[in-house]
């Protein structure tokens, strides 16, 4: 059986694998928020979902658009105030793992979700830190999930808003009451993981049809591979299924919302 | 105790020129009918603080009311940039604003301590993070216990916060459900504060843990019905999401935007 | 998640001789079936942690279970002292105490910087007061920001918490309601927890801002209906203030205490 | 008319006089809460009482026993968690009056509910500080409510739990951001008020049928007397029923709840 799917679908699927039912899942809007909403309606029914804007442990039907749609809180346990929920659940250690999506990374797993080019005169300004610089340190561990280009994977980040390792791959050494950093990455090309000792970035996985050609002309930075490279399974139609009719769940939804 | 005053009166008697102002609401009841009055009696040089700088600063900071924008995320949820921010930072139209920017947990914690009456916040934040070089307003402190290196931010202390809540009784008691984000901080952080809400009512059926702000906490109540609209209010509306989408295209282009902010608020008065 | 297990399973499992033990319920909810079932099972050497540590750990000290109490007030409120408290203050039985104490803002403050998992709280407090003479937790600091000078204390970190709520449903998560106290940070600021609930329910029938502890947040549930008593459990039965009362006369003679412990402790099993 | 009146009578209805319908007051319990609602159901009818467990604006039918008692929850405007009390109102800076009890007070109106005696051989050990050491300096003034005698009127307190004026009448000199401190404390002889120079405490006013001896034999320091002393006002008829009502029906409800 060979089935058809997009490079972003496979992203959304593989990332969502990488959730188990007994996580407590931190999620970052966009893609993460759609990868673990997937991983809670396939493999990980048990999921706890928590957002930022205080929804504790939340399921809902259609991904929300914004961190704080209707949706997060009428289907949550409860729903606490932005400031309890950074400093109780997440700071307090409550949190397994953070799911980020970010604009930049860099080898070290660095995030930047600021600005192209200099702070004071920026090229191209982003939205900024968000949660994310307290998540990637008061999680357990981190997942980061983007799209993998030229344009997103460069050697140093141009801004460092969220910690991955630093800028010398040491940022988390002897820092105490923090978490693991990130673990892996996922991408529409392949998964990533620190090497053990120099945290830099190495291929662990490259998913169905993709070349370590593709991998390396969409990095910017001499991209190293594990020494036993493996590919990542491919979607099954469970997952397709159930991903393609959350996401028109989903646009039908918004699009109806007037 | 709470003033009932019309959005009008309210906005021309507490907010001034120059003052600094916190409107807030985390993608729940945002005060956009406060942020139109605010634009209609062209405030200018306000410092604007939020967490979330979405719509409702986009269109002020394209009206030109704002000096200074201190903030932790700047974007449209789920749809992209504030066009009209970008256009301000980068460009400098229609004039050029300063910016001060934190993450979310550091910005949560500086309203807390705000609302503690606090100088400073304390949290273990910003480890490995550029923005300390960039903000004046984070330090770091060591624990007299541990010896822990901590950040610390200078607490929010606005001179007018603004909020809209679900309802207010006659006494000025105001309820605020659902996702409550920073709503009951800022309010209690402020010097003054303006609660716009969507009615007025004998009795707020609250729970007896529910979020209530007392009459003698709030400064102005104003009674403005889809006031948070295109946000939503929990039990009154849902949010337009369609809208959001839309208004990347508005805002992308300033002449898009100056005919919708003269269509949509200019030509249209307060409640 | 949250096991399910009996009380006596309970508090065999997790309060060991010697833990560091925080029972909270801040007049309402007072786990007092959980108090009688540590006595019961004779641990000793705790370190007990209360803001207001009234009957429940009167009791708890005259049967001989603690070494350490660490509190902000001792007494019965409305009566008078504790005399199973000051007996072994003053005079040693049935063991001598050693006791740390700080003010309510403190010790509040230092449960919700356990919850938040910072080692120190910063407050505006103990100003002018001998409290910080006797009590080494208690340090000042001085705000990078304004210079004023702070209180700090240590935060709170027990290795058990135990409350009484109202319900939990049958996937483990709390309802708590009404003085809703310090009980969510004692919980999320200790290692384990155990709560005692009125009733086990199919759904908690919570509001949407409700005190809900989620069952991820929680070690062990352990059902004992009026296990507040004599304390309240809103919604369920009121306080029983003529025993507060009696408990006056009861406590002032160790013989009488000891007659009642072992009518009302000893020869009752937990439920 | 002559009403026929207890000195505790006096003392409460004196008590309760201090307090008006403007005020937000941060309620001790004990005496301190029997005058608040006398006041409340008197002459300060939209008085907004407080009380440490978090009930916010309460309005109970009965005197509570303890200071969470049901009936301060259920008459409430809302409840929150002692922290947020002790942060947000207390600290925030909402307090208007502070209104305490104590075991000790000295001449410079520090108060001791801490022991009598060493602290580490206590000859009696008192229940400790409670809220009072931060209602002191967070309420924007504060209240005292005790009975006269020479061991409550020391010149020194054993401990000082809670400032007054220090130990020298400046403890409060050049502290940013606190309130005034001790504006009024209300006795069953007398009204005494801190020297606005000095701190120390000076009476004002006589109760009806107490005389100068009366305060000097109660008072252990050379009690100073306003240069024009007054004569407090006697206790009216409604001021007497409404009091004795309201305690009457604390008296059965208490009895009665088993």
């Known amino acids: ?258 | 105790m709470a003033e009932f005053l019309s959005l009008r009166e309210a906005v021309s008697r507490y907010i001034n020129d120059g003052d600094t102002v916190a409107m807030e609401g985390f993608t729940h009841l945002i005060p956009f009918a406060a942020g139109h009055e605010v634009i209609r009696q062209k405030k200018r040089d306000l410092t604007l603080i939020r967490m979330t700088p979405d719509l409702v600063y986009d269109q002020m900071i394209g009206a030109g009311c704002a000096k200074k924008l201190i903030f932790s995320w700047g974007g449209n949820p789920g749809v992209g940039s504030l066009h009209r921010l970008r256009d301000a930072l980068e460009n400098g139209w229609p004039n050029s604003i300063e910016i001060l920017e934190h993450s979310h947990a550091a910005m949560a914690c500086a309203y807390d301590a705000g609302a503690a009456g606090l100088p400073l916040a304390v949290l273990r934040g910003y480890i490995g993070s550029d923005l300390p070089k960039v903000n004046d307003q984070i330090k770091f402190i060591d624990c007299p216990f541990t010896g822990e290196r901590l950040a610390a931010v200078r607490s929010v202390r606005p001179d007018v916060a603004v909020i809209h809540a679900q309802r207010a009784d006659r006494n000025g008691n105001v309820l605020i459900e659902g996702i409550v984000g920073i709503q009951k901080e800022v309010v209690l952080a402020a010097k003054r504060s303006i609660v716009t809400v969507e009615e007025i009512v004998d009795n707020l059926d609250a729970g007896v843990n529910a979020c209530v702000l007392p009459s003698w906490a709030v400064t102005a109540i104003a009674e403005a019905p889809k006031g948070a609209s295109p946000s939503y209010a929990l039990g009154y509306y849902d949010r337009d999401n369609a809208f959001y989408k839309e208004w990347d295209g508005i805002a992308r282009d300033r002449e898009a935007f100056q005919a919708w902010l003269e269509a949509n608020v200019f030509e249209k008065g307060a409640a």
Chains 1, 4 share one sequence.
């Open chain 1, 1 to 258: 059986m060979s089935l058809e799917f997009t490079s972003s679908e496979m992203m959304s699927v593989t990332a969502a694998r990488a959730l188990t039912s007994e996580m407590t899942c931190f999620v970052g809007i966009g893609l993460p928020s759609e990868a673990a909403n997937l991983a809670r309606l396939t493999h990980a029914p048990d999921i706890t979902l928590i957002y930022e804007s205080g929804t504790l442990q939340t399921r809902p039907d259609v991904l929300p658009l914004s961190i704080g749609d209707g949706e997060l809180c009428e289907s949550a346990l409860t729903t606490v105030s932005v400031p309890e929920m950074f400093r109780y659940w997440l700071q307090g250690g409550h949190v397994s793992v953070g799911f980020l999506g970010t604009a930049q990374i860099d080898r070290y797993a660095n995030l930047n979700t600021t600005l192209i080019g200099d702070y004071r005169a920026p090229k191209v300004r982003l939205p900024g830190g968000g949660g994310a610089p307290e998540i990637a340190t008061n999680a357990k561990e981190v997942f980061v999930t983007l799209k993998h280009s030229k344009r997103t994977f460069v050697k140093d980040v141009d801004f460092l808003t969220t910690v991955g390792f630093g800028r010398d791959g040491k940022a988390r050494d002897n820092v105490p009451n923090i978490g693991r950093g990130p673990t892996i990455v996922i991408t529409d090309l392949c998964i990533l993981k620190p090497d053990p000792e120099t945290k830099e970035l190495v291929v662990h996985l490259l998913h169905p049809n993709v070349t370590r050609e593709d991998v390396i002309n969409a990095t910017g930075w001499e991209i190293r591979f594990a020494d036993e490279l493996g590919t990542t399974p491919a979607p099954t139609a469970e997952e397709l299924e159930i991903l393609r009719s959350l996401k028109a769940r989903t646009d039908a939804h918004h699009a109806g919302q007037q």
